[in-house]
């Protein structure tokens, strides 16, 4: 028995420094293949950037590439690395499209404080919004809308209406939140800011709508003509935004059925308690139906109640608030027992 138990604690020793070894042989190759793994650039980030100017102008982009990457390290850990932001924008032109991406990601968080040199890089930002890759398109607007500069607001004006007919989802979405960054750097665009948000409404795709949205109601909210033609596509198209995007778009439908819409309290007492707690809840959110349901409800306004139904069994408690919200102000008293249970 005592000789098993020696065989099998030698056993397990030997696995054990087997293990150590591959997992040591591992970093080793990824080190060697330029893999290093993200936490030994958090770990002394800080301390190697006295080399960080020497890789940043090497010739081999593995060496800018590892540069880059302490220099995000160690803005992720606080420091300040804008020292550097000179001999990083020179490689905004790079052929490396990971190269480029870092080097914009940089770039964003030093842009306005580093606005001189930052207009030297103005061109270069100008031709990327008509790369092939869709992230270096959204990357470059990005980049020109920190750029704080009233001088350059014209340009970027360009820009924005450019990519705001971009086919990609991503670059609309970039576009959208640059107008919210121009309109602040140039409040007297907003006529011009106007007309690129209303082409921008009919926006088909959930990922840049809750953008659009916000773009809508910081430029020109008091436009409610605008959305007579989207309100029914907004409603059927709630359901499928991200959660950011479902608070911004109940807000705004909340605040145009407010307006737009009678109140359907004084007409509900047409039924009675007992017919109304034996309704289904399909009547209220469905087409009109008998005991005079009909004069409760304007057919879009039951199409907003039916669309904001599923967002009370949403697991983003603001979505559920911003659900429960538009029901206090829009639904007729004996239907706000759905929202009970949500709350609960």
Known sequence: MAEYLSRAMAFAQGAAKLSLRFSEGLVENALEFGLDTPGSFYDNAEFKLSQVRQELASASDKDKLTALKR????????????????????????????????????????????????????????????????????????????????????????????????????????????????????????????????????????????????????????????????????????????????????????????????NPAGVVTQLTAAQALAEDSQQFYGEPQAHGASKRLDPDHAVLLRALHPLLQSRNSAVVMAAVSAHYHLAPDDMLDVVGRPLV
């Open 71 to 262: 220099l995000l390290a160690a803005i992720g850990k606080g420091h300040d690395v804008s020292e550097f932001f000179a001999d990083v924008v020179k490689n905004v032109a790079s052929g490396n499209l990971e190269l480029r991406r870092l080097v914009y990601i940089y770039l964003l968080r030093y842009a306005e404080q580093e606005q001189d040199l930052a207009l030297l890089s103005i061109n270069t930002f100008q031709r990327d919004l008509a790369d092939q890759n869709q992230v270096i398109r959204a990357m470059a607007l990005r980049v020109m809308s920190s750029i704080r500069v009233p001088v350059i607001s014209s340009i970027v004006m360009l820009a924005v209406r450019k990519c705001a007919a971009d086919p990609s989802p991503h670059v609309r979405k970039t576009a959208a939140f640059a107008v919210l960054k121009l309109m602040r750097l140039d409040p007297g665009l907003r006529e011009e800011l106007c007309t690129v948000v209303a082409g921008m409404l009919g926006e088909s795709s959930p990922l840049a709508v809750g953008a659009v949205i916000q773009a809508f109601q910081a430029v020109c909210p008091e436009k409610t003509e605008l959305v007579h033609g989207q309100f029914r596509r907004w409603c059927q198209m709630v359901v499928d935004l991200d959660s950011w995007g479902q608070v911004e778009l109940v807000k705004l439908l909340t605040r145009y059925a407010r307006t737009q819409f009678e």
